[in-house]
């Protein structure tokens, strides 16, 4: 990004969730976030209270495997507010996916709060194509326990770790 005086910053942003798995769908977000921003820090939340089918190291190394071959994404795993992991890597964009209404409203809820603890952190909504926009978490797992077809869902780096 080019500033006025000639001087370049260098831009980076944070896309946390859950990722209990990551999918096609969070991995649409990813791509389209690298196009916006130099960097693009994967948070994995620990996120205990949700009680996820998959440990948060798991969830970690599927991130990381599924977005190896992207330069411009690191993967980290975190157990502290969004707005203290942002503050503490000096990030003030915090991306956030939406598939639907239902999701807006929530987003839209989390987004203000985050605001109301740090007045620069701003949130960035992107929406996934329309071959992603049904694919969430929630689906991957449902289908998982019940043994049902979910490859095409995950990234195929995914699939290779949980085998």
Do not use: W
């Not at 389209?32 to 994995?44: K, N, Q």
């Not at 209404?101 to 007045?119: P, R, T």
């Not at 194509?129 to 797992?141: K, Q």
């Amino acid at each position: 990004m080019q500033v006025n005086n000639n001087t370049t910053t260098y831009r980076k942003a944070i896309y946390s969730g859950t990722f209990d798995p990551i999918t096609n769908g969070h991995m649409d977000i990813i791509k389209r976030a690298t196009y916006i921003f130099d960097e693009v820090i994967i948070a994995v939340a620990k996120s205990e209270m949700k009680s996820p089918m998959f440990s948060h190291e798991k969830r970690v190394a599927f991130a990381q495997a599924a977005t190896k071959d992207m330069q411009k994404v690191k993967v980290i795993g975190f157990d502290t507010l969004l707005v203290d992991l942002a503050s503490e890597l000096k990030i003030n964009t915090i991306i956030r996916g939406l598939r639907a209404v239902s999701d807006f409203e929530y987003e839209l809820q989390m987004g203000y709060a985050n605001s109301s603890i740090n007045k620069k952190l701003e949130t960035l909504y992107l929406m996934p194509t329309l071959e992603n926009a049904f694919v969430s978490s929630t689906i991957v797992r449902e289908i998982i326990r019940f043994n049902g077809k979910f490859e095409h869902l995950v990234p195929q780096k995914v699939l290779e770790c949980m085998q």
